[in-house]
């Protein structure tokens, strides 16, 4: 199914074939996922998925495409100029080194990018990749759940974020989806705060935004919290926060627009006043990679369609004072979003 | 220093510049990092690292280079043909769209690889680089101390890794400097087997390749053991592999080259009858990527000369039975190699 639509594509576009590097999509359409790579080789009749020896034999086990083999990049170029590749298809992040080995040691001329076609397969998953993204959101929130406990005064921000990877690994997780951001205090502000050595301090607000990677996909949720009692600034933006990403939970359903949905999301933000202090967009898809389609910004105007996951994450950061940001991933039904990350929001 | 010499690359290839966009590069030029990655600009008489407008701030304390910042695509390309760049130095690794980018919106019209002459500054490291990667190599043996405590019978083996990495986070380290590989029975005889489910059984070889992530640069070292008693067969992989080893890091010196040293360690495992089961190469640069020059194998012929961190790292894979690495990271000084990574090697 996967393949047969790259295949109208490849000859809608009149190309001999397409060529798939990335290993997020080299597991889409194989199923398997070789530490060392591959080279997937999609033409209209026929299919191969070339692989270094030392993964020959597990991507045997896992490939739902034929398999083969090569020992030197000679060896594997050579293959490929087997295909008689003139015109070819290549992801947009194909290396430069890549394609001038294609054109000079396998023949090609012409290249044409595909993402498009693979963005039309991604950007909608099927009901078990939902399956697969609602486990790795529930160890998100196991995750989020140990940040919860494990912050107080005096500790680090790298040693919260250790427990909550540790739940993650513990619950199944091959790894977290992204580096894990505890932002507390000053750093709040940082809308990539990074777990870091500083120490917790009472009265700081900490930002945890944080995600688990299951069966290769990817979970995305984040919550902020008040070490102590909040002050009143603190509530505000707080509650800002808060109301614009519900707005956006409630409006996220099919028909409406990523760009739409930014805009529902930002006007709240601008009514409370912080419409300047919200200095990224409001969310993004999610799946085999943490940032995928569609963009919830003003410069994406996708429909949004049952089968899509995005996450919806309003922020206000003040600098130097702090920052709040809510984020959960959710999954567009016919009957509006669902979210697949439910940690309490309310934590202020 | 780094940057004089690209410059001088640059006027003897005649470039108008070089743009580096990979995030190690970054760091090794500017001494930032950018979670949104940038691009520098790196003319003759010129030095410009322009980053998204988030990253502005955190880059403008960090970087050692004037600073600039863009919102949009549209402005990073305008921003950038005001270098008037008509031939210019990229990074093989370059994406296929970032160079049709450059060619459509920067008047780009030839591009070069300069990956050599960036190869030829980072391959030996400075003293401080050194310490920063002695620390990774400590944070590592701090892992794999935990690791030799925590393994028995019925654990997973994903569970012996998330301890592994709290300890690491827990001293420091950024994140693992790759996916934590546990190979336990069978499993041993994969030589990237990465944590599974799998649970380890009475009588399993367990290899363990790990390392840290400290301040940007990697950490690897991998033991083996034998849960309960080791078998004759067994004693004889892993004796032979720990003789290669040892030979390797002795004949490490200054004057060998890369190729030398891998026919040494693989004589070894030769004489005793495993060089069909030794299927990868005796070892690889280690700095801010985990994989980078030299390439410890039949075809590199690099000089070993003070500063150069490599790893020694032989192992014999028999399929199905199971299989034995020892590695450890080591630095080469004028007096022979030194180990970084220092945990005990004879441990059945």
């Not at 100029?81 to 070819?88: A, D, E, N, Q």
Request: overall charge negative.
């Amino acid at each position: 199914m996967r393949i047969k639509r790259l295949q109208e594509f490849i000859e809608e576009k009149e190309l001999d074939a397409a060529l798939i590097t990335a290993k997020e999509n080299l597991f889409y359409f194989t199923g398997s996922s070789p530490v060392l790579g591959g080279y997937l080789v999609v033409a209209p009749d026929d299919v191969l998925f070339i692989v270094p020896e030392l993964e020959y034999e597990e991507a045997r086990e896992t490939s739902k495409v034929p398999v083969d083999k090569f020992k030197t990049g000679k060896e594997l170029y050579e293959k490929l100029k087997g295909f008689k590749l003139t015109k070819l298809g290549i992801e947009g992040k194909t290396s430069f080194s890549t394609v001038q080995s294609l054109k000079e040691k396998a023949g090609v001329e012409d290249f044409v990018v595909v993402d498009d076609v693979i963005k039309e397969l991604r950007i909608i998953k099927t009901p078990e990749e939902i399956e697969v993204i609602k486990a790795a959101c529930e160890i998100a929130d196991m995750a989020m759940m140990a940040a919860l406990e494990e912050i107080s005064e005096g500790k680090r921000e790298r040693e919260i974020a250790a427990k909550m990877e540790y739940v993650m690994k513990m619950n199944g997780a091959e790894k977290t989806a992204f580096d894990t951001i505890i932002a507390s205090g000053w750093r709040s502000a940082l809308p990539h705060g990074v777990a870091s050595d500083k120490r917790i301090e009472k009265g700081d607000l900490v930002v945890i935004d944080e995600g688990a990677l299951y069966r290769h996909y990817h979970s995305d949720t984040t919550r902020t919290i008040v070490v102590g009692s909040p002050n009143e600034k603190q509530k505000d933006i707080y509650y800002a926060v808060l109301e614009a990403q519900r707005k956006g939970v409630e409006a996220a359903r099919p028909g409406i627009t990523a760009k739409e949905l930014d805009t529902i999301v930002r006007d709240v933000i601008k009514e409370y006043g912080y419409g300047d202090y919200f200095i990224h967009s409001t969310g993004h898809g999610v799946g085999l990679q943490i940032h995928e389609w569609p963009r919830v910004s003003q410069q994406d105007e996708t429909v949004l369609k049952p089968g899509m996951v995005i996450t919806i994450e309003p922020g206000i950061y003040l600098p130097k004072f702090g920052g709040v940001r809510i984020e959960d991933t959710v999954v567009i039904t016919e009957n509006g979003a669902r979210r697949l990350t439910k940690t309490e929001r309310e934590l202020i």
